[in-house]
């Protein structure tokens, strides 16, 4: 069975994630991330009125397709910027969602609050996965939808958050993000507090002028990237940038010059015991 080392400092490594992910634009890389949201959501399948509530929702991509389907939608996110991008958003298309800043790992919601919970590429990167998997569970109603997408330890997932640990290593004893890719990371994590799960692999894609192009945006606005250069320096980032270039030539289904990149992922839908 995989746990974390109880030995570390999550407050620590909480203000960390905060400060990376607030770094950069997230919503530059999160266009790319929209067909996901979209996929997860028709497999979840919302209906009007229903509670949904999207757990580290970046600028907004999961909250605002249920928000078009007429449900009552809540965002969380530790990023106070991309929180804002979010309601800035919704504004544009006059939806109501009700989004906060907050932590997957003390969600600011009441027990059985929502009837659906989502998370796209989001609680997986909270430090304390046991912690944030009880935060899911607890605020779900009884009977009610957990529905997550997430990377896996192989194809692109795998590659692309291998090559960032290659040059800046997560602490020792930290548990892999990849785990929630994983059918055993879910059965561990929600154990019986979920009465099935659900999982199968999706392909999404994702578009660019070309592969240097690719780089570029991800070098400039995703936060683990940017961490990673900072990690490296200068004289360390030729390394990062041509380890990068490896994975997306690696996953890149493009013959034209272009860029299109496939990047699958594990698609879970749990119901709540």
Known sequence: MTTTDE??????LTERGRA???SGDFNEIARQTLAVAEDLCRAADPRPGQRVLDVACGSGNLALVAARRYCAVA?????ANLVERAETRAAAEGLAVDF????????PYADASFDLVFSVFGVMFAPDQERAAR????????????????????????????????????????ASPLRWGTEAGLSELFGRGVASIESRRQSSFAYYRSLDHALDLFLHYFGPTIRAASVVGEAGGWALRRDLALVFERYDRARDGTAVIETEYLRSIAVRA
């Open 75 to 79: 965002g969380v996110d530790i990023a």
């Open 135 to 174: 935060e899911l569970l607890r605020v779900c109603r009884p009977g009610g939808t957990i529905a997550l997408a997430s990377w896996m330890p192989e194809a692109f997932g795998g590659d692309f958050f291998g090559a960032h640990a290659a040059h800046a290593p997560p602490p020792p004893g930290a």
């Open 20 to 22: 990376v992910w607030s």
């Open 7 to 12: 030995r570390l400092d999550y407050g620590a």
């Open 100 to 107: 906060r800043v907050g932590d997957a790992q003390a969600l």
